[in-house]
């Protein structure tokens, strides 16, 4: 028996240990080599890529290009957001869940789609301006080449985000004081203003925090409107450097990679400070409180937001639909210019289009199930066997998502750009490295979920399952998983989703034969291309609507909030 | 659910086992090129139907952008291309110069003129591309002449390629900088009437598509082919004669794949290449295999006298010197 028991506990620490080693690889290991490259360049103690990097005029521009765009774009994704997530949840509009369900979508449609579609409303070849024969003269720029252009994409892009976290703030907010406040006599503005907005003020922070790291790390809006303008940003800065200089350049990229991991991280300490300074605690969780009613403004208010759909979702896909079907870029869309010929291109004829269907689909698979995998022991040991050190553990995961893309792009490549040690397992330049940044970046998607849906099960039939004498892993695989599944395979959903069609970081790590649906639509655009890079983009919004569909069907076996598109 | 269970831990084995298979095969060439992306793939394409064997990496760029990242690649002591394909003689001749292209003694060049490939066998020409004026079907004035783009009617309208990403914008660029009627005024003047530079003739052919510059500088055969697929543009060779670089292709000294690269420079120069070159549109640096639709027989196109040796000193130079006028 006693040995038995031994022998339980050494499969439970392998199992332990196994998970913590993994977490360890895909976060501590590359953060570790970005920072040795800094601090000893090429393996040698020289500060000459430090200096070359930091006394380059061009840094410092795209550095203050960076702080533009990411204080614009965040100031205007948070004005977006919590203003929708306070008529969403606050007043009696109707409708409400379709509305979510396509406000979310900008958000899980991937940046240099939503830039591509955003290109094709305007300029005098926008099929929707031609079509409407609205289109300006020859000569006239796209008014989307510029920082204003920059900032309202990714204020379109992070403005569900904010208002995803604003409204599970606004879920708790306690029904008495604000009931309090209106049969004190106050207004409802009077209630918005000193009871509602400051007790939701962690939430915005929170929000703010991260709709500003997402913008300062975002690569395919400033991509697709900055390069062509020359208006660089410190992740295009970094992409042209390594385009034109490869592997030599990589230290100091490293250091412009420091430089925007430190400004995400400026934001995020900014937020602990602001939001430590005061106590925030709400007393009860109660009752939502009745909705305001909004008598005969809610016909214009429900205009007002449809309204808002319709421009940031339902114009740009349409022109972006209508640019794929154009014979030729330039050509009106009519009946003898509609052709499938560029969707025809793309899926058969061009051998990189294909195989980055191939690429990107085996990818994104391979990191959901590996997600999936790993985060249920991994939020097992997080929450039910919380020890001083699990939380840690929780913050290494959080890492690779929380830092830009391209910081844990660099950080990849220097760790596999010669074979690695001992092993001798040499992945630069195939596949394998780019499924390396994916399991290290989206692991925490999958983990969010499962954490919060392990809070909300008890615990005792694991506890009675160990009395039991059954081991870990068997409790894992029968207890366990099948409890927490549902949540957890939501987040492998949201994996392949946000993989599917990701830039950011393969655009860093493709070689040819690796390369993914990201970027052979940025090649594409690049070329001039525009109506193959329009095909797939369409390709790619169809299945990220149809999976969203999907998952909704499953949505009842789900823990509230795991879904952020549904209600 | 236990089902469910093991096909999830089955799945990435399995998928990891195909990805490694597709991976570990057998013999791989590495080309550097500057063809646009889609032309770039029908010829892998095409090749790996006559060599099933090889397995091709295509690194694809701007050819003044693949120059940089080539002598990035020497300075780090580790080439990776085996073959190149890219827009112009004189970058070829700079890598010559460098030591850096093999002699391929047993190239096939029967049917090609003399002068377009280098007498010592280490790159050979494998078409003939033009660069002229492109402009929207719906523009008002119709370009005639180089000189033209300085007029007043055209301030704000034109983009042209950069030469800092592209062979032959940097080709043009030297060889009107060294005309005594073109000169450096040329650019100084384009510079005043407010031309935009871009990345690449891609770049370019949108634009001028698109109508955000009605007028551009552009290759020939991007822009005829476009006109073909019905994209509003037209093209004129400038009676004063048109700059033309003849994208050969060389094989790496320091090629991994010896075999491959040269069974690579082989079906360039078969008549299945040069087929394929015209059947994409480009006219084929091997007289007897044809010519493009546009470009019906009789038609003469003026080339520019322009002396290549003269351009490999000057270029470097010249790019610097128009970097600081145009900015990039």
Known sequence: MTMQTEERQGFDTALIAGVIFIVATLSVVPMFRLVLEIVLPQGGLSSAPLRAALSSSATWTATWHSLQVGIGGTLLAVALGTSVALLVSLTDVRGRSAFVLLYVVPLLIAPQVTALAWLQLFGPASPVLKLLGMAPPLGSKNPLYSTTG??????????????????AGLRKLPRELVEAGLSGGAGRWTVLRTVILPL???????ATALAFVSCVGNFGIPAFLGIPANYLVLPTLIYQRLAGGGPAVLSEVAVLSMLIGIIAMAGILAQDYISRRRDYRIASTSLPSAPFELGRWRPFVEALMWLLIVVVLVLPVVGLFLTSLVSAYGVPLNRKTVTLANYGFVMFDHAAASRAFLNSFSLSIAAALFAVIIAVPLAYMITWRQRWWTSGLNLLAELPYALPGVVLAIASLLLFLKPLPIVGLHIYNTIWIILYAYLARFLVLALRPTISGLHQIDRSLEEAAQVAGARLTYRMRTIVFPLVAPATLA????????AFSELTVSALLWASGSETIGVVIFSFEQGGDSNYAAAISVLTV??????????????QHLPTGVLPWRD | MNRLLRMSFGAPILLAASLAFGSAQAETLTLYTSQPDADAAKTVEAFRKVNPEVEVQVFRSGTSDIMSKLAAEFSAGAPQADVLLIADAVSMESLKKQGKLKVYEKANVEGFSPDSYDPQKTYFGSKLITTGIAYNSGATAKPEHWSDLTKAEYKGMIVMPSPLYSGAAAYMLSGFAAKPDLGWDYFEKLKSNEVVSVRGNGAVLKSVASGEKPYGILVDFMALNAKAKGSPVEFVFPSEGVPAV??????MSSAKNLPAAEKFVDFILSDDGQKLALSQGYLPAKPSIGRPSWLPEGVKVKIMPIETQEVLEKTDADKAKFSQMFGG
């Open chain 1, 150 to 167: 920059i900032i309202l994409l990714l204020g379109v892009q992070y403005g569900p985000l904010v208002f995803l976290i604003v409204r």
């Open chain 1, 200 to 206: 939701m003020t962690p939430s915005i922070i929170g």
């Open chain 1, 491 to 498: 987040g492998g959903v949201l994996i392949f989703m946000t």
């Open chain 1, 542 to 555: 169809a299945i990220t609507f149809f999976l969203m569909l999907l998952t909704n069907l499953f949505a």
């Open chain 2, 246 to 251: 003849t994208e050969p292709v060389a094989i």
